[in-house]
């Protein structure tokens, strides 16, 4: 049996025997599974705020893999007449993960004050958990007089360790 498979008008009919198609239509196939299971979760986000100060937490990717560096960047955003900062080494708030660099970018407008911190993270191998412990953010109110100095923590956030080929967790 032969399908027909019209080109181009320049071209001529090209005859595809039953097999080739039917070939073609289960490499299609297998190829949209492949793809569909290795699409990468949406990152972790998780925000934070007191009054006007927002932090904005995001992890990617949302789950621990030991072949790959997890990517967290912190974006705080202050309105204007208030300065928010976070200490410039946390280092300590990464849990089962070793950090292998930082940097920050950042736009202080007159209206708004926004800094995006991001922090490139190595999993280790074994850790007991992968956490990213409290992280405090300090407040401070220009806009009163005398300044009003204030805090506020984040929550823990814990990830999904690394999964062993059993599909239960290798960490506890």
């Not at 934070?48 to 995001?58: G, I």
């Not at 920050?104 to 191998?125: C, F, I, N, Q, W």
């Not at 009003?148 to 239960?168: I, M, Q, R």
Request: proline share 8%; with cysteine; glycine share 4%.
């Amino acid at each position: 049996m032969t399908l027909r498979c019209f080109m181009k008008s320049s071209e001529k009919n090209k005859i595809l025997s039953h097999n080739r198609v039917q070939h073609l239509a289960f490499t299609t196939l297998v190829c949209t599974m492949l793809l569909a299971s290795t699409a990468w979760a949406e990152p972790l986000t998780k925000t934070f705020s007191q009054k006007d100060v927002t932090l904005k937490l995001t992890i990617d990717p949302p789950a621990v893999d030991l072949a790959a560096d997890t990517e967290v960047s912190l974006v705080l955003n202050a309105p204007e007449g208030m300065t928010a900062k976070i200490p410039s080494d946390i280092s300590d708030r990464f849990d089962g993960f070793t950090l292998a660099g930082s940097y920050t970018t950042g736009d202080e407008s007159d209206a708004m004050s926004e800094k995006t911190y991001h922090y490139r993270l190595v999993p280790s191998a074994g850790a007991k958990a992968y956490r990213i412990k409290p992280i405090p953010v300090s407040i401070e109110d220009t806009s009163s007089h005398p300044p009003v100095s204030s805090w506020f923590p984040t929550e823990t956030v814990t990830l999904e360790g690394p999964v062993a080929s059993d599909g239960k967790p290798t960490s506890v």
